[in-house]
């Protein structure tokens, strides 16, 4: 059968079928089924029961002809056999027998030329909103004759037999890249959802297309210039990226064609921990009807969310479409990057809030994917940790990261007057404890001074252990900043630390070095191995 005979098969066998509901009638639906209630402003706050994140370790790809030479199997992609994935799949089709499903035709990648169509089968209104929010949106005319490519089952109260059907436990995330099938059952988080369509393109688009696929967010200024930036969570991606003076791409996964840069999605899916309408206001007043929260609480006697509220867990969310937002771009596609940002929040205090790379240094420091994150309250741990995700996304990566290194070195060579910038939104003067969190209008103003131009043509001298080149001068930067060794009173400490910090990029990227060229190893840090 196609993808479009099994969903129409299942709605068919359902008590009821609603295709393609609009927002307003989802939020309906999921309010009569008890899925949610409304809150103050009329967003939908739904709970997405046992689980409230993804679970990496019961996501899964089957193994087959078309797979098993191209996937990279290991610690973040689990084989799963084409016999149990058809065996599985029937039995959730069998599930929805009896029950009201809801089903959404929607698409990814805002580039004509590159959308995938979806077909979503989901248990709950909310889950559909959810889609709504997320995936592109078809016109009217679109929809009529649609032809899903990719079908996503999604049935949360479904519960696998691990034993019997090959799981890890109850829950799963399992991709067929062959049937172009994705399974989602025993958990209720959305974001399953979400990331499966996301690791779906990180392997066609690479594998098939020669085209790169990213875990970043991009904007387009009034000039018409695209700026992509990558960056691990609480290193200010969201922020930084979200501009009064630029108009957003997206903020979450983008495509980079040959001569353009677009959108995989069609929303937004932000955290809304410590939410305000200080701190982040396009978030905060994007939560409106047609929105959905998730796993948050109100203040008690009200129907205001309490975004300060974890008793459920820190990672409440909250989901819209991207025209909630002010500033956007539409189509949500740009031209080609004339600048790339690498953030790191830096807690050793050793790299340089900005310094300019070159192809070597971009591709190792696109697969290392660095940030570090402050001293825990554990005893006993006194100094930042390490954090390391490759390509800034290495939970989403089918494909061997050196493969995305690859392809990103290639399209910086093929367009020589791009600039990769790496900033450092993290420690100066010191680590963590010592030295102080780098000013937030700062590090605007020197990624201001990036998008400007304003760094073209002032000197420049070379980190000696990292080689990445400091500017000597920024527009409205103190000078004295700009070299990080020169913020600390001690000097030899901080060679120390920047040697130790060189010795854990090097360490990490053992594990990567048999699939990468000479030129990325020979940038790695000139670390002592002494140290």
């Known amino acids: 059968m196609t993808n479009k005979e099994i969903s129409e098969k299942v709605m068919l ?163 067929d890249f062959t049937r172009k099938v994705i399974l989602v059952g025993g958990s209720g988080y959305t974001g399953e959802m979400k990331k499966g369509i996301f690791t779906v393109l990180n392997y066609i688009l690479p594998e098939e297309r020669n085209t790169l696929s990213m875990h970043c ?32 791409i997206g903020d979450d996964e983008h495509g980079w064609a040959d001569d353009s840069v677009f959108n995989f999605e069609g929303g937004c899916y932000a955290k809304c921990v410590d939410l305000t309408q200080e701190k982040e206001p396009e978030i905060f007043n994007a939560i409106k009807p047609g929105a959905l929260l998730e796993n948050t609480r109100f203040i008690p006697g009200t129907t205001t969310v309490d975004y300060a509220n974890i008793s459920v867990t820190e990672n409440t969310r909250c989901a819209y479409p991207i025209n909630h937002i002010p500033h956007v771009a539409v189509p949500s596609v740009g031209k080609a990057p004339e600048n790339i940002f690498f953030l ?77 910038w790496l900033i450092n939104t993290g420690w100066t003067g010191g680590p963590y404890g010592v030295g102080s969190r780098m000013k937030l209008p700062l590090t605007r103003a020197m990624i201001t001074a990036a998008l400007n131009g304003d760094l073209n043509n002032v000197a420049y001298e070379q980190h000696p252990v990292f080689g990445y080149m400091m500017p000597t001068t920024c527009p409205n930067v103190p000078a004295e900043i700009l070299n990080p060794r020169n913020t600390w009173q001690d000097k030899a400490a901080y060679d120390a630390q920047a040697n130790k910090l060189a010795n854990m990029f090097v360490k990490n990227f053992e594990q990567y070095a048999s699939g990468v060229d000479a030129e990325i190893i020979a940038a790695a840090p000139k670390a002592n191995q002494e140290a």
Not at 35 to 61: I, W, Y
Not at 221 to 248: W, Y
Not at 400 to 408: N, R, W
């Open 13 to 175: 066998a359902a008590t009821a079928a609603h295709l393609n509901l609009t927002p307003t009638d989802l939020v309906q639906h999921a309010l009569k089924n008890g899925e949610g209630v409304l809150n103050d402003t009329g967003a939908l706050m739904a709970d997405t029961g046992e689980f409230t994140g993804r679970s990496p370790k019961d996501k899964f790809s089957v193994c087959d002809a078309k797979t098993e030479n191209t996937v990279w199997w290991g610690d973040v992609n689990f084989k799963f056999d084409p016999s149990k994935f058809e065996a599985l799949m029937n039995k959730v089709i069998k599930h929805y027998e009896g029950k009201n499903v809801y089903v959404r035709d929607a698409y990814a990648c805002a580039d004509e030329r590159y959308k995938l169509r979806l077909r979503v089968v989901n248990e709950t209104a909310y889950h559909n909103l959810f889609c709504n929010n997320l995936f592109l949106r078809p016109t009217a005319e679109e929809l009529v004759n649609f032809e899903p490519e990719w079908l996503i089952l999604n049935a949360p109260s479904f519960k696998a037999n691990a034993a019997e059907d090959g799981t890890r436990q109850h829950n799963f995330s399992i991709i």
């Open 217 to 248: 967010s991009a904007n387009i200024g009034k000039n018409g210039d695209t700026a992509i930036f990558f960056g691990l969570s609480g290193t200010g991606k969201t922020t930084l990226s979200a501009d009064p003076e630029r108009n957003l």
């Open 344 to 420: 790191t929040a830096d807690a050793f205090g050793v790299l340089p809030p900005i310094s300019k790379l070159n192809v070597g240094q971009a591709m190792y420091s696109f697969i290392s994917g660095y940030t570090a994150k402050v001293a825990g309250t554990e005893a006993g741990v006194t100094e930042p940790q390490a954090t390391f995700s490759a390509c800034f996304g290495k939970a989403f990566l089918p494909l061997h990261p050196g493969k995305y290194a690859k392809l990103l070195g290639e399209k910086l060579k093929a367009n020589p007057n791009i600039n990769v």
